[in-house]
T-cell receptor, first 114, second 114 residues
Framework: SQKIEQNSEALNIQEGKTATLTCNYT??????LQWYRQDPGRGPVFLLL?????KEKRKERLKVTFDTTLKQSLFHITASQPADSATYLC?????????????FGSGTRLSIRP | DTEVTQTPKHLVMGMTNKKSLKCEQH?????MYWYKQKAKKPPELMFV???????INESVPSRFSPECPNSSLLNLHLHALQPEDSALYLC?????????????FGDGTRLSIL
């Protein structure tokens, strides 16, 4: 069965450093991979989308890579700030629109300490 | 504030009650979703509506009954729920289903079953 794992349940890093979160998957060939941020008591918020034929995407301090050979995506936040503290979810989607759905990974709770 | 509005924010109900959750969006999106999220877990898909027609039902028990009266509204009717149904219920919408289109989430209804 499909399995999506995010490297650690929690990650604690110093302000100003780069946070790197990992999303690994098995038994799946996603056409799209998305990253969302979720704050306590709120719904997830979309951050970035990367397609299977793309290697890297950037948006301001965020960078996502997608390696379909390794079946892995890396999500980087550079110059991290305490306001970046949240749970980050990767989400994978297959390629057939009519029955398409996204499946979320387990999430990584990121804490940035001042 | 999110562009997807869910009401009520909190709901406490007994196992014999009937209640409904409501979700509204005015972004012109044609796909709408219900997710269930337990504490420290990722959202789990329940239903997808595309162009007001049920597209996906993830084998959800019949005590949950979705309804999409028009393209802006999505309801989830609840009847005879069990204590294990206590969770955060999230609604989301996207321009269409599939093709990596990002989902916009509401902040959810926190449901407690006594």
């Amino acid at each position: 069965s499909q399995k999506i794992e995010q490297n650690s349940e929690a990650l604690n890093i110093q302000e100003g450093k780069t946070a790197t979160l990992t999303c690994n998957y098995t038994n799946y060939s996603p056409a799209y991979l998305q990253w969302y941020r979720q704050d306590p008591g709120r719904g997830p918020v979309f951050l970035l989308l990367i397609r299977e034929n793309e290697k890297e995407k950037r948006k301001e301090r965020l960078k996502v890579t997608f390696d379909t050979t390794l079946k892995q995506s890396l999500f980087h936040i550079t110059a991290s700030q305490p306001a970046d503290s949240a749970t980050y979810l990767c989400a994978l989607e297959g390629r057939y629109s009519s029955a398409s759905k996204i499946i979320f990974g387990s999430g990584t709770r990121l804490s940035i300490r001042p | 504030d999110t562009e997807v509005t869910q009401t009520p924010k909190h709901l406490v109900m007994g196992m014999t009650n009937k209640k409904s959750l409501k979700c509204e969006q005015h972004m012109g999106h044609r796909a709408m979703y219900w997710y269930k999220q337990k504490a420290k877990k990722p959202p789990e898909l329940m239903f997808v509506y595309s162009y007001e027609k049920l597209s996906i039902n993830e084998s959800v028990p019949s005590r949950f009954s979705p309804e999409c009266p028009n393209s802006s509204l999505l309801n989830l009717h609840l009847h005879a729920l069990q204590p294990e149904d206590s969770a955060l219920y999230l609604c989301a919408s996207s321009p269409g289903q599939g093709n990596g289109q990002p989902q916009h989430f509401g902040d959810g209804t926190r449901l407690s079953i006594l």
